[in-house]
């Protein structure tokens, strides 16, 4: 069975639904969670659009965020009383995708639990997608948690 989760978090209400099933298959298989947030070259350029900092400065409060995020999501693991590690990744030259797919091999996770809006048709394309990435890139078994129609 499963003992080592792998969950990438954003913060986002999808993302919290992944950390919910995450937290749950745990519990029941006595996993441990590995908590990953990832600081990648959109996440800064999205922030670098709503903000007016330099660059040192806004890559200091996007690092902040991601702390926070991981903190939040650690609290919760440690009330339902799962044993759970974060990792703050800062890689402005890889993706999401490529960070996940590399922690999952290098920590050995047993499978990867993503929340996700389970877009479809042109959003999805526009978009784009890293749980479905991630789904087709890992070498354990990936668990999408799709966001309710009209939801998070």
């Not at 389970?118 to 070498?139: F, K, N, Q, T, Y």
Request: hydrophobic residues 45%; glycine residues 8%.
């Amino acid at each position: 069975m499963y003992q080592k989760i792998l969950v990438p978090i954003d913060g986002g209400p999808t993302s919290e639904l992944g950390l919910k099933e995450a937290i749950r298959i745990a519990r029941a298989t006595r996993a441990r969670l590995r908590l990953i947030h990832v600081i990648d070259e959109l996440s800064f350029a999205f922030t670098a659009d709503a903000y007016s900092y330099r660059a040192g400065e806004l890559l200091d409060l996007v690092r902040k965020n991601g702390a926070k995020v991981l903190e939040a999501a650690l609290e919760k693991a440690k009330a339902a009383e799962v044993e759970a590690d974060t990792v703050l990744y800062e890689n402005l030259d890889r993706t999401v995708k490529q960070r996940v797919l590399d922690e999952a091999l290098s920590w050995k996770a047993d499978l990867i639990v993503i929340g996700t809006h389970g877009r479809r048709g042109p959003s999805r394309l526009v978009l784009g997608s890293s749980a479905e990435g991630i789904m087709r890139g890992a070498a354990v078994p990936v668990l999408l948690v799709r966001a309710p129609e009209g939801g998070a």
